[in-house]
């Protein structure tokens, strides 16, 4: 799957030259396309022909099975207490970077590294000098790694995949962080797949799994991940893990696409999510390209595309994503009917009021207090026939009552789609 590659400077030979590599990387930003890279400075594969033992002993690796050997995926450990071998991955980070443009790095398995009984039973691994469980080397490493790529390629990002509580994983070094750009939410994404796999019956129980992730969404820089593990190893496809008949799981995947593109945070989707691919992933054939003609199918891939452009052209979407003036929950106790409903906001006030209702009944005469009288748009709406939904909604905006609500003196009485997500903006923000 392309996680243990054996050299960490060249791109494989099986699609063409390195000239050729970097043309395509060339060609993809004419197009406004970044390219991220999956950069794995944590383990190698230990094939002799590879760096395994390369010089007859541990020469990348540390020499202790207790620190050396990657148990679970069969695989030799960087030794990054040693110069030299810091001064290779350093090299190889700043080589893609520098020499191919790539726009940043996805470091994998950051766990796996900074901790020395990651995924070891009690006396099979060997404490720091100090009796710790940190792997203070590759900690330094790591903080080494985002100093220079600032410095060196100012712009490029790096990404933690990072599966623990480990603090500051993107708080600078200075502060005495890890200094990472992004740093993968595990969490986010394990509660809300768990929340939609429920029938839309029993959600008024599970409420929180959609509300928690707030408590600590800007403790980090955040990304949403929906990633290949999540679509392996008998996991199913995302549209899978939809409950339902057919027309619910798409609903359902409408609305869970659109609570992680309103919500805080920078967003990542596995290939195949984005049109609804109906089988598991499978490294052994290409996606089923083919259920682009299917209009549930195509439906999911406009609802895909017009939440980029409206996430891009919208600053209150994006603009403080990581910051907690960025959010502000209108709605979020309402278990009894599973709605919820946030503000957007950018630093210039501009703002946007998301509502979702995760159940399959429409919503009528439902009122939400607002800080602005007169018009408002709906700039989305998740259920709209294009998409595929009922096109249930408000008609593409309304008009406020002066009734008060939610702290506001005057509010919205809206019509909220069945399974769905809609996005409502002051008329001269959305025109």
Same mark, same amino acid.
């Given at each position: 799957m392309g996680y243990q590659p054996?050299? &960490?400077?060249?791109?494989? #030979?099986? /699609?063409? $030259?390195?000239?050729?590599?970097? +043309?395509?990387? =060339?060609?993809?930003?004419?197009?406004?396309?970044?390219?991220? &890279?999956?950069?794995?400075? #944590?383990? /190698?594969? $230990?094939?002799?022909?590879?760096? +395994?033992?390369? =010089?007859?002993?541990?020469?990348?690796?540390?020499?202790?099975?207790?620190?050396?050997y990657h148990q679970d995926w069969n695989t030799y450990i960087y030794n990054l207490g040693r110069r030299e071998v810091h001064g290779f991955m350093l090299a190889s980070a700043l080589h893609w970077l520098r020499d191919f443009h790539i726009d940043g790095l996805r470091v994998d398995a950051v766990a796996s590294m900074i901790y020395r009984n990651y995924s070891r039973r009690e006396g099979e691994w060997i404490p720091n000098h100090l009796g710790g469980q940190e792997n203070l080397e590759a900690v330094a490493f790591l903080q080494h790694l985002n100093q220079v790529v600032q410095d060196e390629v100012p712009g490029a990002i790096v990404i933690a995949e990072e599966s623990t509580a480990w603090p500051g994983v993107t708080a600078p070094v200075e502060q005495h962080g890890l200094g990472f750009s992004y740093k993968w939410n595990m969490g986010w994404m394990h509660d809300s797949l768990s929340y939609m796999s429920h029938d839309p019956l029993y959600r008024r129980y599970h409420h929180d799994q959609l509300t928690f992730g707030l408590i600590y969404?800007?403790?980090?820089?955040?990304?949403?991940?929906?990633?290949?593990?999540?679509?392996?190893?008998?996991?199913?496809?995302?549209?899978?893990?939809?409950?339902?008949?057919?027309?619910?799981?798409?609903?359902?995947?409408?609305a869970y696409l659109s609570f992680m593109w309103l919500h805080p945070g920078k967003k990542l989707l596995f290939m195949g999510c984005e049109f609804a691919q109906g089988r598991e992933w499978s490294h052994d054939r290409e996606l089923d390209w083919w259920?682009?003609?299917?209009?549930?199918?195509?439906?999911?891939?406009h609802l895909v595309g017009d939440l980029n452009a409206l996430y891009r052209s919208h600053p209150a979407l994006h603009a403080l994503d990581c910051e907690a003036d960025g959010f502000q929950w209108v709605i979020g106790d309402d278990s009894h009917n599973s709605v919820f409903a946030w503000w957007r906001r950018d630093r210039h006030g501009r703002e946007a009021l998301a509502v979702a209702n995760m159940t399959p009944q429409r919503l009528g005469g439902y009122r939400i207090g607002v800080p602005?009288?007169?018009?408002?748009?709906?700039?989305?709406?998740?259920?709209?026939?294009?998409?595929?939904?009922?096109?249930?909604?408000?008609?593409?905006?309304?008009?406020?009552?002066?009734?008060?609500?939610?702290?506001?003196?005057?509010?919205?009485?809206?019509?909220?789609?069945?399974?769905?997500?809609?996005?409502?903006?002051?008329?001269?923000?959305g025109d």
């Open positions: 054996l050299s &960490l400077f060249a791109p494989s #030979g099986r /699609f063409g $030259s390195p000239q050729e590599f970097a +043309a395509f990387i =060339d060609a993809c930003h004419m197009a406004g396309i970044g390219v991220i &890279l999956d950069w794995v400075p #944590g383990h /190698f594969p $230990s094939d002799p022909h590879g760096l +395994a033992r390369f =010089d007859g002993t541990a020469l990348y690796e540390y020499a202790h099975p207790f620190e050396g969404a800007f403790n980090e820089r955040f990304m949403l991940p929906i990633s290949h593990d999540e679509v392996v190893h008998g996991k199913g496809s995302l549209l899978d893990k939809m409950p339902g008949d057919d027309w619910q799981r798409f609903a359902n995947l409408r259920l682009l003609q299917e209009a549930p199918n195509a439906g999911i891939r602005s009288a007169g018009s408002w748009q709906e700039r989305f709406n998740s259920d709209a026939a294009c998409y595929g939904g009922s096109n249930e909604g408000n008609g593409g905006g309304l008009q406020t009552e002066a009734v008060a609500a939610h702290g506001e003196r005057q509010s919205l009485v809206l019509t909220l789609p069945p399974l769905g997500v809609i996005l409502l903006m002051p008329f001269a923000l």
